[in-house]
């Protein structure tokens, strides 16, 4: 099946600065899906994009199919930007809806 | 328009006992899938239905089984609970391969 990796798996930020995740997939995908997961617990959709950018103010995101990756960036972070990022596919067969990455886990430091 | 919503949203459990978790999903989705999350890692993969019918089965023991009803909401049971089933069980629902949308989640503690 698919794989997810994430990276970084942890991030401190100042608030007020970028910061560029990035999601690796190990085959070709024709969903992908980025979620922030609160304090908790619930996730919260960012984004569904499987090919192209999307933006959402301050949020972004990009996905290269052809290359395998996904990125997701933050600008101008806030500290309630700060929880885990999770980027999650599903495999080809679609037997199995979503495969989740490991996740970053951010902390924006005011 | 109301969300996935997941009940209970916090459970304990003795070590042996059953337990069933209840999902309904966003109105006019039929996809209903089930994860588990255990503390530090992704959501796992359970169980998919779509239109009441199982389309897929991750990786858990016979210990873990679902339905879904003909209103399209869904059960999670759990046999025989183990310390190890502690976790935050997530459900999800969809159109179908489309866009999933998760619920706020059952924490469950197993004593």
């Known amino acids: 099946g698919i794989q997810v990796e994430q990276s970084p798996p942890d991030l401190i930020l100042q608030e007020g600065a970028n910061s560029t995740l990035r999601c690796n997939f190990s085959d070709s995908v024709n969903n992908l899906q980025w979620f922030h997961q609160n304090p908790w617990g619930q996730l919260i959709n960012l984004f569904y994009i499987p090919s192209g950018t999307k933006q959402n103010g301050r949020l972004s995101a990009t996905t290269v199919a052809t290359e395998r990756y996904s990125l997701l960036y933050i600008s101008s972070s806030q500290t309630t930007d700060s929880g885990v990022y999770f980027c999650?596919?599903?495999?080809?067969?679609?037997?199995?809806?979503?495969?989740f990455g490991k996740g970053t886990r951010l902390s924006v430091i005011a | 328009d109301a969300g996935v919503t997941q009940s209970p949203t916090h459970l304990i459990k003795t070590r042996g006992q059953h337990v069933t978790l209840r999902c309904s999903p966003i109105s006019g989705h039929k996809s209903v899938s089930w994860y588990q999350q255990v503390l530090g890692q992704g959501p796992q993969f359970i169980f998919q239905?779509?239109?009441?019918?199982?389309?897929g089965r991750g990786n858990f023991p016979d210990r873990f089984s679902a339905r879904q009803f003909p209103n399209y909401s869904s059960e999670l049971n759990v046999n025989a609970l183990l310390l190890g089933d502690s976790a935050l069980y997530l459900c999800a629902s969809s159109l179908d391969r489309t866009e999933a949308f998760f619920g706020q989640g059952t924490r469950l503690t197993v004593v």
């Open positions: 999650a596919a599903p495999t080809n067969s679609g037997n199995t809806p979503l495969v």
């Open positions: 239905y779509y239109e009441k019918e199982e389309r």
